[in-house]
């Protein structure tokens, strides 16, 4: 059978330390219910500067300086220890800083709703001119406002205000007097979903050696929503994001799922790359700011930097086989039904056991399984433990009551077919596929032949439903047949022999 | 402990009373299921939800205590929580319930 191949994979980072503090949930919760309080004091006072960021061993490994592996080489806590030699930019994308980011909004604002300050721009129009991906774009970004402007638009328009530095640098304009859904505030969440992902496309096509105009679908997997009071989640960040890195060949639409959505998406580009429907389907998602900082009390009350101090994207490539990278098993697929019930052991089951019987394997037999990859250096001091660590310890748990597992060995198997966590806590980006660029490498010139990818999403913070949700799929070292069905000697024999005929009945006729 | 569910223990205990109220909970960590029994026996830490400064003083167990255990179907519990009673730090939750009683339970 020939399944699809995962093509090329782009992830980038984006330091936004002045987010956390206005635009972070925790952050303006704090200030709507307790202006006075302690945490929001203090919290400048444990903001990291970016080269802290670049330094940060998780972050290093999400774009690629460092593998997963290489992590367990740091001792928990990672954030008081550097990488040697880190640097911004990565084999899988950059970690990029937060006034060039501010840029990356002006550059896809579609409808002239960010307004930047004059001098602001001048500044960063020097300092991109260098940066590989952007140096041509700068002319987008246009003269700038005098901040006198800004200022007005923040205080008397309610535009959402953009620091730099603590500074006013700029805005983002409400789109509508009176429409909810298109608030300065809701336009600046999505302008930097939108902004985001494209920095993570434009580092897929430009790592990866990849022809955009051969993108034909882009499937757009983050958790906002955008549309208008007549459809609140109407889309189309796919396509909007699609536009912003010219892939003129593509349409797209956007899938959501809570922290599920990127799984989900995996799956449905398998499923159209397989079918034949289309060649080269990409993945999307940009990263969330409301969710900066989200776990900033407890960081503070331990006298630890806030480390939900970045923007998370990711953008994948799916496209037919070409018999070297790494196939996506469309037919080992995992789902968490609504009949599946909620216990650890039913998720569990349905996720993982029940997708490898379909292929007559076992828990041991995936080499790698890539989960929920929190990075534990965030949520430990949170109280929410290290999640990688106790989604593999439920894997192997299972293991144990089917009897492929002996108990005393579930630790190691923990430690041989887990990985530390290293992905920000953003929701969505964690999901399963923060390996999938790593994957590229560990099943074609690594030692690994098989992974499952899984995505688990949390429903009912919607009000929709109680229910939870997940979705997995088995990828594979590719075995280097790409054809879908074989022509036996027989048939090749016979064809050969018509055609003869053929000939020799036109030699005859001539 | 999420704010809603604040709000819903607070409103079933107004309802029922607080004597006939039992809180199960299922959190992972030791230091989670902790600090939601905190919040409804003494009032919430953060100072966050409904139950700040609410001293409720509800009965609180955890899944994996032996007390819920044994009020349980053996088949069920196996069913539903054997696999969750082998990957958790069983012992050390069980510790910080049974601090959260002796401290804050009024029943």
């Not at chain 1, 593998?67 to 001792?75: A, F, G, I, M």
């Not at chain 1, 409301?290 to 994948?316: C, R, S, T, Y």
């Amino acid at each position: 059978m020939s399944y699809p191949v995962i093509k090329g994979a782009g992830y980038a980072l984006i330091h936004t330390p002045d987010m956390i503090i206005h635009n972070g949930t925790t952050q303006t919760t704090e200030r709507i219910t307790n202006p006075e309080s302690e945490y929001l004091k203090k919290i400048t006072d444990h903001i990291r500067t970016y080269e802290e960021v670049i330094n940060y061993a998780p972050n290093q490994v999400y774009i690629g300086n460092i593998t997963p592996e290489d992590l367990r080489n740091y001792k928990l806590p990672w954030f008081d220890k550097d990488v040697p030699e880190a640097n911004r930019f990565g084999k899988f994308g950059e970690i990029m800083p937060q006034d060039e980011f501010i840029c990356l909004l002006k550059i896809v604002d579609s409808f002239d709703l960010v307004k930047l300050k004059k001098e602001f721009i001048n500044n960063l129009k020097v300092k991109m001119q260098n940066h590989p991906l952007f140096k041509n774009d700068m002319d987008q970004l246009k003269e700038g406002e005098e901040i006198e402007e800004i200022e007005k638009m923040v205080k008397e328009q309610h535009a959402e205000a953009l620091y730099h530095e603590g500074n006013l640098v700029g805005c983002v304009k409400k789109a509508h007097d009176i429409d909810l859904n298109l608030t300065a505030h809701i336009l600046f969440e999505n302008l930097v979903v939108k902004a985001s992902g494209m920095l993570a496309f434009k580092h897929l096509i430009n790592k990866n050696n990849i022809d955009v105009s051969d993108i034909e679908y882009v499937i757009e997997c983050s958790e906002e929503a955008c549309g208008d009071m007549n459809q609140r989640g109407g889309g189309n960040f796919a396509k909007a994001i699609a536009e912003s890195v010219g892939a003129v060949n593509a349409t797209g639409s956007d899938t959501r799922g809570f922290c599920a959505a990127p799984t989900h998406a995996l799956i449905e580009a398998a499923a159209l790359v397989k079918s034949g429907i289309y060649e080269n389907v990409v993945i999307v998602a940009g990263g969330a700011t409301a969710k900066l900082g989200m776990n900033g009390k407890d960081h503070v009350k331990k006298e630890m930097p806030i480390l939900e101090d970045v923007l998370g994207a990711f953008a994948i490539l799916i496209s037919k086989n070409d018999g070297v990278n790494p196939v996506l098993r469309t037919d080992l697929v995992g789902k968490h039904t609504v009949g599946t019930g909620s216990s650890p052991q039913a998720v569990i089951t349905a996720l993982v056991t029940t997708p490898l019987e379909r292929g007559g394997l076992k828990i041991t037999d995936i080499d790698k399984y890539s989960v929920e990859m929190q990075n534990p250096d965030i949520t430990k001091p949170a109280g929410a433990g290290d999640v990688p660590e106790a989604n593999y310890k439920m894997i192997g748990a299972l293991g144990v009551k089917r009897n492929e597992l002996e108990r005393k060995e579930l630790l190691n198997f923990v430690k041989e077919h887990g990985m530390p966590g290293w992905a920000p806590t953003q929701g969505h980006i964690p999901s399963g596929v923060p390996y999938l660029g790593f994957a590229m490498k560990d099943l074609t010139e690594g030692n690994i032949n098989r992974a499952m990818i899984i995505g688990k999403g949390s429903l009912f913070l919607g009000r929709m439903t109680n229910l939870f949700d997940g979705v997995s799929i088995v990828i594979e070292r590719n075995s280097g047949k790409t054809e879908e069905v074989g022509v036996s000697q027989e048939t090749i024999k016979k064809m050969i022999a018509e055609s003869m005929r053929d000939f020799a009945s036109q030699l005859l006729k001539e | 402990m999420d704010l809603e569910n604040q709000n819903r223990v607070k409103s079933m205990t107004e309802k029922y009373g607080a004597e006939n109220i039992i809180v199960l909970f299922g959190a992972a960590e030791a230091e989670a299921a902790g600090l939601a029994a905190e919040t409804v026996t003494n009032g919430d830490p953060t100072f966050a939800g409904s139950l700040a400064g609410v001293q409720l003083g509800l009965r609180v167990y955890h899944v994996v205590e032996p007390e819920f255990k044994e009020a349980v179907d053996g088949e069920v519990y196996e069913e539903q929580i054997g696999m969750m009673e082998m990957v958790l730090d069983v012992d050390e939750i069980v510790e910080e319930m049974k601090s959260m009683r002796e401290q804050f339970c009024k029943y």
